[in-house]
């Protein structure tokens, strides 16, 4: 590898906060701290509907600065996935995203060994700001697969609402993965879910970025598509590219090229990425608090889809594998990205909405 990481471990593997970031992170995957959204706010607003509109679908904005029109729902059931936490009503997403999830599922049981995927939060019926858990997944094109494989029952809907996540990580270890829990299965699982030229990209913990390249001895073409990032240590997140004739869809720069085992990796192993804010100044003014976010922040076409006419029920919106993602876009091409995007999440550095709180 480009960077010697057994250097690393040795210079801060005995730093004191090593074991309270361990536990930690092995603790799940932790978000950001949340408070309840103020009425009238763009999470509190997307976050009140429970139907998608009616018409073709379109992702709008950026994946953590916008929405999405003709949603469709990934069923909570399939031979080869289940659909978790059905009580957040996050199952909705574009249609090329539905049909890549079925489409994995299927894969996976097929070629990597994996009985069928467990799925996670996508988007609300209409995208946006969430009110708990993501700074993202407001296009429809973000989806999380967890690192648990599928039971071979049907669950319950209690079920999925308690089944407890299942961190790769160690207890008390600063991001070292748990070889009791972690398996070739996951590997190949990942290497899959990065193999489809759909997909942009896909956030994993730096622990398990590690571990696929100290490890994978297949084709790592695809490697660099695992991003490090915080939590995501019982889950991976898959963000897929704007569809082909999206034009209201703001692409993400591409990935840098290689495989991603560089020092960009290393930094995660350094004190850097955990220190806790400095404090203050003694005469310094408090900072203000950060302000909501609000629909006018938002793309304005945002404003039509929250006051757009709903379909008539889940049902009637929920993916049937017919659905047409190729029909769902003018010939207008992808936005391209913007230079001063400041919303883009970066491949290296503090994402704080993400960043888990140490404890």
Not at 66 to 79: F, H, I, Q, R, S
Not at 120 to 129: L, N, S, T, V, Y
Not at 164 to 183: E, G
Not at 325 to 334: D, E, R
Request: proline share 11%.
């Amino acid at each position: 590898m480009a960077f010697g990481f057994a250097q690393a471990f040795r210079r801060f593997g005995r730093l004191a906060l090593a074991g309270a970031i361990g536990a930690g992170l092995a603790a799940g995957d932790v978000g950001a701290e949340q408070k309840t959204p103020s009425p009238g706010s763009a999470k509190a607003l997307f976050g009140g509907v429970s139907l998608p509109t009616q018409g073709l679908a379109q992702p709008i904005g950026f994946y953590a600065k916008g929405c999405m029109a003709g949603a469709v729902a990934l069923p909570t059931d399939g031979p080869t996935w289940q659909a978790m936490r059905l009580s957040r009503n996050r199952r909705w997403g574009n249609p090329v995203t539905i049909a890549l999830l079925e489409r994995f599922s299927q894969d996976a049981a097929k070629y990597a060994g994996w009985p069928g995927i467990l799925v996670g939060d996508i988007a609300q019926p209409r995208g946006g700001p969430m009110p708990s858990g993501h700074a993202s997944h407001q296009i429809g094109l973000d989806a999380d697969v967890w690192l648990t494989p599928m039971p071979p029952h049907r669950m319950t809907a209690d079920e999925r609402e308690d089944l407890p996540f299942t961190s790769m990580l160690q207890k008390n270890k600063f991001l070292t993965i748990d070889p009791r829990v972690w398996t070739e299965s996951h590997a190949r699982l990942l290497m899959l879910a990065a193999s489809y030229p759909q997909v942009e990209r896909i956030f994993v913990n730096p622990a398990i970025k590690k571990k696929m390249c100290d490890t994978w001895t297949g084709d790592r073409t695809n490697l660099g598509k695992l991003r490090p990032e915080y939590g995501h240590d019982s889950h991976f997140h898959i963000r897929l590219k704007c569809p082909p004739g999206a034009a209201g869809c703001t692409s993400q720069a591409p990935v840098a090229a290689g495989d991603g085992c560089d020092k960009s990796l290393a930094w995660w192993f350094t004190p850097a990425p955990w220190a806790p804010p400095k404090p203050p100044k003694a005469d310094a003014k408090p900072p203000k608090p950060p302000r909501e976010m609000m629909v006018s922040d938002l793309p304005k076409a945002c404003a039509a889809v929250l006051d757009a006419a709903s379909v008539a029920s889940i049902q009637a919106a929920t993916y049937d594998g017919e659905t047409s993602a190729a029909t769902a876009f003018t010939a207008a091409p992808a936005a391209a990205p913007t230079a001063d995007d400041d919303e883009a999440l970066p491949d290296v550095g503090p994402v704080p909405n993400d960043k888990p709180t140490i404890q």
